[in-house]
């Protein structure tokens, strides 16, 4: 048998299967709502009960099921946003921490005797470029005097 044919013979054998299927489905339908309109002759004092409940019972699971969705959408949007952001602490620390240390050193007078107190803005600029020139008639002593190293460079930088 060629594959054409295999095909074709493939193809009529679901429709076929579909209109069983099809056929099975809408009798077992019929059938169903047969009986429950036979079900549904009661007295006079219980009319109205069955629908008002399956309509509220539908409405609380479909609510529940949306309120459900909405919750895992923002959950996982939370998620995504805490990752990121925890991407960009990770990465900023290391420069953080460096930065602070080189602020320390330049604010302790132990280690840099420029330093004493709480330096103005102008005598800050000037001590951070630790160049040796005024800064708005600033002028502060390049640290160390004698140019050896310079303390606010690390080895890695």
């Known amino acids: 048998m060629s594959t054409p044919k295999l095909i074709r013979a493939v193809q009529a054998l679901?429709?076929?299967?579909?209109?069983?299927a099809s056929?099975?489905?809408k009798g077992l339908i019929s059938w169903l709502l047969r009986n429950l309109l036979r079900l549904g002759r009661r007295p006079a004092s219980?009319?109205?009960?069955?629908?008002?409940t399956t309509i509220l019972l539908l409405l609380i699971v479909v609510l529940t099921v949306g309120a459900i969705g909405y919750r895992t959408?923002?959950?996982?949007?939370?998620?995504?946003?805490?990752?990121?952001?925890?991407?960009?602490?990770?990465?900023a620390?290391?420069?953080?921490?460096?930065?602070?240390?080189?602020?320390?050193?330049?604010?302790?007078?132990?280690?840099?005797?420029?330093?004493?107190?709480v330096p103005s803005g102008d005598q800050l600029v000037a001590m951070m470029t630790n160049?040796?020139?005024?800064?708005?008639?600033?002028?502060?002593?390049k640290?160390?005097?004698d140019g050896s190293f310079d303390p606010y460079t690390f080895e890695d930088e």
């Open 14 to 20: 679901l429709r076929q299967v579909s209109r069983v």
């Open 23 to 25: 056929g099975l489905t």
């Open 46 to 52: 219980q009319a109205g009960f069955v629908l008002p």
């Open 73 to 91: 959408f923002t959950r996982s949007q939370q998620a995504i946003i805490d990752r990121q952001q925890q991407v960009v602490s990770n990465a």
């Open 93 to 117: 620390t290391p420069v953080i921490d460096r930065a602070k240390s080189k602020i320390e050193f330049l604010l302790d007078s132990r280690k840099d005797e420029r330093g004493g107190g």
């Open 131 to 141: 160049d040796g020139l005024p800064v708005n008639g600033t002028t502060v002593a």
């Open 143 to 145: 640290f160390p005097q």
